[in-house]
T-cell receptor, first 111, second 112 residues
Framework: ELKVEQNPLFLSMQEGKNYTIYCNYS?????LYWYRQDPGKSLESLFV?????AVKQEGRLMASLDTKARLSTLHITAAVHDLSATYFC???????????FGTGTLLAVQP | EAQVTQNPRYLITVTGKKLTVTCSQN?????MSWYRQDPGLGLRQIYY???????DKGDVPEGYKVSRKEKRNFPLILESPSPNQTSLYFC???????????FGPGTRLTVT
């Protein structure tokens, strides 16, 4: 059974600091997604990682994938308050449209 | 405007009263899904569809039904709602061969 774990579940950080969110999954998967959810809002796609060693960057967020370790990371550089949100990773096997989500990481960036 | 719409956005109902949450997308996407979001559990997929008349169970299908008679619509049916189905529900769609998923605004359901 495919399981997805995120760490940490809650992250409080100061503006300007760097930090990393981790996403581990239990069995081989074909794609890994990162999403952002603002309070009371829907989900927004951030990144999709397709292969081992894939790295994607958008602004202060950088996502990477290590398929051998079954690990993806979402690195936050020089955090700003606008990044405060809940971040989810999700994995998909095959072209099935069947996604398994992690429990999410609530990020709070303090001034 | 390209979008996924859900109706209703908020619903309070009583145990056992059948209800349907509609989902519609105007992007001609093949893939559609329903998720529920509960605190501490993230999102869990209820049902998904890869095209018209092609649906399959996700991780938590018990107590739910879906249909995909038209490409644009993917309604979620609760035949006999129970309090444990109180949740925030999201519909999503994406085109076949693409990886970007578009989520609807969500439906907050309370079953008393």
């Amino acid at each position: 059974e495919l399981k997805v774990e995120q760490n940490p579940l809650f992250l409080s950080m100061q503006e300007g600091k760097n930090y990393t969110i981790y996403c581990n999954y239990s069995t081989t998967s074909d794609r890994l997604y990162w999403y952002r959810q603002d309070p009371g809002k829907s989900l927004e796609s951030l990144f999709v990682l397709l292969s081992n060693g894939a790295v994607k960057q958008e602004g202060r967020l950088m996502a990477s994938l290590d398929t051998k370790a079954r690990l993806s990371t979402l690195h936050i550089t020089a955090a700003v308050h606008d990044l405060s949100a809940t971040y989810f990773c999700a994995v998909e096997r095959g072209a099935t449209n069947k996604l398994i989500f992690g429990t999410g990481t609530l990020l709070a960036v303090q001034p | 405007e390209a979008q996924v719409t859900q109706n209703p956005r908020y619903l309070i109902t009583v145990t056992g009263k059948k209800l349907t949450v509609t989902c519609s997308q105007n992007m001609n996407h093949e893939y559609m899904s329903w998720y529920r979001q509960d605190p501490g559990l993230g999102l869990r997929q209820i049902y998904y569809s890869m095209n018209v008349e092609v649906t399959d169970k996700g991780d938590v299908p018990e107590g739910y039904k879906v249909s995909r008679k038209e490409k644009r619509n993917f309604p979620l049916i609760l035949e006999s709602p129970s309090p444990n189905q109180t949740s925030l529900y999201f519909c999503a769609s994406r085109p076949q061969g693409s990886y970007e998923q578009y989520f609807g605004p969500g439906t907050r359901l309370t079953v008393t």
